[in-house]
């Protein structure tokens, strides 16, 4: 790690210089946060488990023609990006209420939506990633109009593509994150997905039980975060054969 020259630091992932121009290094940690870094912790094999996890939907979201920044994983914890200028705007995409929207609205958690929800929230720390519409996107020109209906319609064929993906694995998919950046060749700009999509940034509820396979243990004390991941990594069918052997064994610290 010491041999590269650190980029970024965030909260679950660092950014390295890559080995060639217009490349980075994404590094996955075990650490998480939540509420808007209040909560802190490490959940050990996180990262590992996370990376592969990432490696493989951006993997089958680029076979379905979706542009995005993943280029290869490089090891248990690395992989190699290509270079963007991240859209400041986290794309929440929601099928069923959950979180923040069940806070809001007052809508049951579990409840279906009659129809897939965008949401989007402007990236700041300091603001705690407060949510905006479409005016406010394109009126401080965090985005261009066009740019938006692109992220818009790749952002529902994601959800699309995902839904039936973890369908197929006994898992409901009841929403995302997702980020967005401009990957610059040449002349030439094209939006492509980027940051990860994992537990960290989905729900995934087990679709006979409704057990919460992701995030929302940490979030909410449940316990065995790591193996819940594990789980969504052994039903997706990559885990090493191995084992993971990174992981000590699941382990939630605080
Ligand atoms: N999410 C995320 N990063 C954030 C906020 C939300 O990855 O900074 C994900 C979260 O894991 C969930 C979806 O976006 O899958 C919707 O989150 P919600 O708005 O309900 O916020 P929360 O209840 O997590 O605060």
């Given amino acids: 790690m010491a041999r590269r020259r650190q980029i970024y630091e965030g909260k679950a992932k660092v950014i390295f210089e890559g080995p060639e121009p217009g490349t980075l ?7 998480a946060t939540a509420f808007n870094n209040q909560k802190r912790g490490t959940i050990t094999g996180k990262g590992v488990l996370n990376n592969r996890i990432s490696e493989y939907l951006m993997t089958r979201i680029g076979e379905i023609g979706v542009p995005t920044h993943f280029v290869r ?24 209420a959950a979180g ?8 049951e958690e579990g409840q279906s939506l009659p129809r897939s929800i965008i949401e989007y ?25 066009q740019e938006l ?11 699309d593509f995902l839904s039936g993906l973890f ?7 009841i929403d995302f994150k997702i980020e967005y950046g401009r990957h610059y ?10 940051d990860e999509i994992s537990p960290d940034s989905c729900r995934l509820w087990d679709l006979h039980t409704n057990e919460k396979m992701d995030k929302d ?15 969504v990594a052994r039903r997706l069918g990559i885990l090493p054969e191995s084992g993971p052997t990174d992981i000590k064994g699941p382990k939630v610290m605080q």
């Fill in 25 to 31: 290094v994404q590094y996955f940690k075990d650490d």
């Fill in 73 to 96: 994983r490089l090891n248990m914890r690395e992989q190699l990006i290509k270079e963007v200028e991240i859209i400041p705007i986290e794309v929440v995409v929601r099928n069923v």
């Fill in 100 to 107: 923040s929207l069940s806070k809001r609205l007052g809508i």
């Fill in 121 to 145: 929230y402007y990236k700041s720390d300091e603001l705690g990633d407060p949510m905006v519409g479409e005016e406010h996107i394109t009126a401080f020109g965090w985005a261009a109009p």
């Fill in 149 to 159: 209906d692109e992220m818009v319609a790749m952002s529902l064929r994601v959800n």
């Fill in 167 to 173: 369908f197929g694995v006994g898992i409901r998919l």
């Fill in 185 to 194: 060749t040449n002349e030439d700009m094209r939006i492509v997905l980027a």
């Fill in 217 to 231: 243990r940490f979030r909410r004390d449940m316990g065995n975060v790591a193996e819940a991941y594990q789980e």
